[in-house]
């Protein structure tokens, strides 16, 4: 008797131990994928680097201002069509739970949040490209539309957890229901969305898949939304299959900035939830 | 605004299946089964790219169970709170943060050397880039999808239950294989298919890793260690150079499937959890 309580003991022990190595292990590949990218990227990264264009093969130098004006052209871009969208379709959502245009919308923001990149990339590509040509402003739509999820899925959860005794107090002073919404509502969730949108912002700045047929990458600076522009995501994709050594250099500068830019917007999302204590 | 976005989701079901209807009345159902990918013939099976995709997705699936099992029952059952599990829960969040064109471009500079020299030790052709790596890759990266729902799932079952069980005398191992994984199995499972959904249409770093080759393999390790295609990364890498209507339209065929097959299995995964949040 004494043996098998034993033995029973022991295996609780040894699966937790295998329990905690295996959860702890997987923090190796990421640890390890930061640091080499920090000291690929660092040594990169200089004032020359930010502000110039790239050189043309086999020249060494040259930097990724133009990918980082596109990407902050084309994230910017996107997002003023995203936010508005998707905070007002999250109100909706959280206002009218039950009804039928609820129900689809719901259905709607599943599933695009399951299509995968590139196909998006691809209907962009039909209804943007193919009548105007390739340019910045097809790759925010496309952006967008992976942003859109995100954003409403966010706005929805943070104002259903507002309580309704909020509404109901603002509704019986006699404010009409527009105002309730943006002066109670909103504020209220403020925390919630915002942090939504950083959320989904530093999701899709590394999108690279639906920029491939959108914004299509150029060499050259350029601030004419209209016309091809490069971005990060891009500009490492370019570089990382290139066989120069040169080229490979400003992909880990480029995959640095990105790197720290990502991990910025989502140290800066922890804080706010954690200051609002958000649940997302 | 609302009705926006159904609009522009029906606008994406519509416009694939539009543009592939050349594809599909010239090739018929035969498609997705014939073996030969060759454009400049105008012959197109999709078979290839297939295989590719389902290898890829469910080795990385079969790697990544073990991790975000683990995940899930440390955060959930043995260590809920405290520093140590919330910066665990962080850094697994993290790694879904990351870009995943950051992925394969460290992978492929980092992990194809290693994988090369595996593949010298069990003497496969040693290419390093194939379907191998580009699992690898993916697994670390949909731990994170199957990790978070099952850690709140976990969390979720009531106590009493538990506490039932450990007052007959269950040592703790006995409580999460006999109470907690019982109770949660059909939400892990959904966790494992939202899991899933990612892998399949995973783009950037797959493309960078697999070795894009349409040819079949015919044998196993072959298929396993050498360059393959997925439906994905065939689209990423073609896309612009088809240069005739049928290539295109096979290409976005393709993308059709991808887009079936997520949002089935996406549907299912969400379902599951639904119903099971819900009871």
Redesign the interface.
Known sequence: MEGRIKL??T??II??A??????????I??I??LL??IKMGVMQVNWHFLTHVPTPEGETGGGIANALVGSVFIVGMSSIVAI??GI??GI??SENPGTR??Y??GL?????????????G??V???IVKPFGFSAISGSIALA?MM?PIV?RSTEQTLLLLPPSLKEAALSLGVPYHRVILKVIVPCGFAGILSGIILSI??I?????PL??TALGNTLFSTNVTKPMESL?HV??TY??SPYDDQ?DL?WGA?FI??MF??LL?IFT?LITRKWNIQL | MSAILIVSVVGIMITLIIQSIPSIQSLGIKYLWGKVWDPVNNVYGAFPFLQGTLLTSFTALIISIPFSYAIAIYLGEYNTKGWLSNLLKNTVELIAAVPSIIYGFWALFVLVPIVRKFEVSIHVVPLGVGVFSASLVLAVMIIPYAAALGTSLIRMVPSPLKEGAYALGATRFEVIRSVVLPYTRSGLFAGILLSLGRALGETMAVTVLIGNTSALAHKFLEAFFGPGNTMASVIANEFQEADHAMYLSALIELGLVLFFVTVIINMIGKKIITKYTNK
């Open positions: 029973r003991n295996k609780s699966f937790k295998v329990v905690v190595f295996f959860a702890f292990v997987i923090t590949p990421l390890v994928v080499y990218i508005p969208v007002l379709a909706y959502l245009l609820a689809y919308t709607c923001v599943d599933i695009l949040q399951g299509v995968p990149s590139i196909v998006v691809i209907v590509y039909f209804w539309i859109l409403i530093a999701r700045i590394g999108e690279t898949a491939l047929f995501p490492i994709y990382a299959i490979h992909a995959s990105l790197l990502v991990l989502n922890k």
